[in-house]
């Protein structure tokens, strides 16, 4: 099976792979039936191009920026890599919000500035408590689950919030309203969709309590992200950020705050685990290139962000 690529994954599975080209979407590639394009945009502009494509590999869990229905018209299909990233997608979310809540990038800053010259008994360098807190997770899925897990080790009360209400004896299930209200912190991990774009309105980012914390590791488009960096401005609630709505443009406003931390979309970013996403990139292909049933084909077709 002849793949088109736009650039190699990393890890050993990459090498098990016979064909691969790697080139460019701006131009035609009459050949290739399966395609790895991490982070392009793939319709019906990219899929002229490729007329013999029979598989998108998407190199990821989220898989917004492939337009599904566009992929099946033509007989397409399309795999992610759900999984294989949970626990490193749910530990940047915990590091984020202990990151936030105990001031851990200012606090840094100060130090290597040299501007530390106060005793440890004094204020102003004082964090918010992080064991014994409510955490509202929004969407409470793989990733929400593992994030759930971790905070139970912190002694953390848990709420969750999505369509599903889950019969659980764990998290306790709230209206997204009320889990804005009634967390100290909040921490998203619903999938970008129609459904979920601007689902934490400036309304809902109102409802959040003075002081509180939002984790966000999802997608940027999920909150709106004008009405967030103006709470941030204003210095009301505290905020950890993975992902934004323009990457990789980050609002200018957010890089001079101390109640942000900002990291450049890493929530599966480590050696180990994107080494684990090529080996289901990979495991895909081969199976599409024998015949067999896809591992981790994307079912729904009814997430394509608008
Ligand atoms: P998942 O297992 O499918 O979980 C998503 C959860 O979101 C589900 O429990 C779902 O429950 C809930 N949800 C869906 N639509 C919703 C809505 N309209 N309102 C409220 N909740 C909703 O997905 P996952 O594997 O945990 O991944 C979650 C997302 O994390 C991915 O889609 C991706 O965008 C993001 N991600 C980011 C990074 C990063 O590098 N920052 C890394 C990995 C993943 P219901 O269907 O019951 O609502």
């Not at 131009?27 to 982070?39: C, I, Q, T, W, Y």
């Not at 984020?96 to 530390?116: F, P």
Request: some cysteine.
């Amino acid at each position: 099976m002849r793949v088109l690529a736009t650039q190699r994954l990393p890890g050993p599975a990459w090498d098990e792979l016979g064909d691969v080209e790697i080139g460019t979407l701006d131009e035609r590639h009459d050949g290739a039936e399966a395609l790895v394009a991490p982070g392009r945009r793939i319709d019906d502009a990219v899929l002229d191009l490729l007329p013999a494509l029979r598989l998108v590999a998407n190199y990821g869990v989220g898989y917004e920026q492939v337009d599904v229905a566009a992929c099946r018209a033509r007989g397409v299909e399309v795999t992610n890599t759900p999984g294989v990233l949970d626990a490193t997608t749910a530990d940047l979310a915990f590091a984020l919000l202990l990151a936030a809540r105990r001031r851990l990038v200012e606090g840094d800053d100060l130090v290597r500035a040299g501007r530390w010259d106060t005793g440890w008994w004094q204020p102003p360098f004082l964090g918010r408590e992080v064991s014994g807190s409510t955490l509202g997770i929004v969407g409470l899925g793989r990733i929400g689950r593992a994030v759930a897990r971790r905070a139970r080790g912190f002694d953390m009360r848990v709420l969750y919030h999505q369509r599903t209400r889950l019969d659980d004896p764990g998290p306790e299930y709230r209206s997204l309203d009320d889990l804005l209200r009634e967390s100290d912190v909040v921490s998203i991990h619903a999938p970008l969709t129609p459904a979920t774009k601007g689902l934490i309105s400036r309304e809902r980012l109102a409802l959040l309590r003075d002081g509180a914390t939002l984790v966000n590791t999802a997608r940027g488009p999920l909150v709106d992200e004008d009405a967030l960096v103006e709470e941030l401005v204003a210095g009301r609630i505290s905020a950890g950020l993975d992902v934004f709505v323009h990457e990789p443009a980050v609002p200018e406003a957010l890089c001079g705050l101390a109640n942000v931390v900002l990291t450049p979309h890493i929530g599966s970013g480590t050696v180990e685990t994107r080494a684990a996403m090529t080996r289901v990139v990979v495991d895909n292909l081969l199976a599409a290139e024998r015949g067999e049933p896809l591992l981790t084909p994307v079912l729904s077709t009814t997430t394509r962000a608008r």
